[in-house]
């Protein structure tokens, strides 16, 4: 069945340094990714999104890559703050519905 | 803009009583909303999609007559957590599509669940 996975579920980065999260998607005919941030009794935030006829796309401080190739997708965070501490989820979309991956704890320490 | 409201934001409640919780989008019509279960430290799992003015349709293993979803208006989708029990205790998540595209979500900040 579909499934999207996380590598690690839990990061441990100095504050400064760049982040990065990894995920796995199983099924090829998703069409779309995006990662969000979710902040412990919180609803998810937006951070990026992709189509797949993209290999990049990059916002403020983040910068998301896509390997349709090996079906993969990461996140990448450029000086990571205490306040980027929380837990990301990559998550893909080809009906419109979003199918979750497992999530990943960023932990940012002083 | 895109902003999703849920209510309750949290709520305790006796087994086997039922509990409603409702999401509204605020400065969107909304014409497909999502409601998620989301249990401590797992992913958010996709419950069912609520289409405006027709039955909600659910994902497997999701019981249709205990989780009832109603989307009465462009604005408001409720689900409905019947004769509730202590397994049914999560942080509940609505997210609604807009009238411009099938892909962005915009979630709301969920309801946490606890039954006793």
């Known amino acids: 069945g579909e499934s999207v996975g996380l590598h690690l579920p839990t990061l441990s980065v100095q504050e400064g340094d760049n982040s990065i999260i990894n995920c796995a998607y199983s099924?090829?005919?998703?069409?779309?990714f995006i990662w969000y941030k979710q902040e412990s009794g919180k609803g998810p935030q937006f951070i990026i999104d992709i189509r797949s006829n993209m290999d990049k796309r990059q916002g403020q401080r983040v910068t998301v890559l896509l390997n349709k190739t090996v079906k993969h997708l990461s996140l990448q965070i450029a000086a990571t703050q205490p306040g980027d501490s929380a837990v990301y989820f990559c998550a893909e979309s080809n009906t419109g519905k979003l199918i979750f991956g497992q999530g990943t704890t960023l932990q940012v320490k002083p | 803009g895109a902003v999703v409201s849920q209510h309750p934001s949290w709520v305790i409640c006796k087994s086997g009583t039922s509990v409603k919780i409702e999401c509204r989008s605020l400065?969107?019509?909304?014409?497909?909303m999502f409601w998620y279960r989301q249990f401590p430290k797992q992913s958010l799992m996709l419950m069912a999609t609520?289409?405006?003015?027709?039955?909600?349709?659910?994902e497997q293993g999701v019981e249709k007559d205990k989780f009832l979803i109603n989307h009465a208006s462009l604005t408001l989708s409720t689900l409905t957590v019947t004769s509730a029990h202590p397994e049914d205790s999560s942080f509940y998540i609505c997210?609604?599509?807009?009238?411009?595209?099938?892909?962005?979500?915009?979630f709301g900040p969920g309801t946490r669940l606890t039954v006793l």
């Open positions: 609520s289409n405006e003015g027709s039955k909600a349709t659910y």
């Open positions: 400065d969107f019509q909304a014409t497909t």
């Open positions: 997210s609604a599509h807009g009238t411009s595209g099938i892909d962005e979500q915009f």
């Open positions: 099924n090829s005919a998703s069409d779309y």
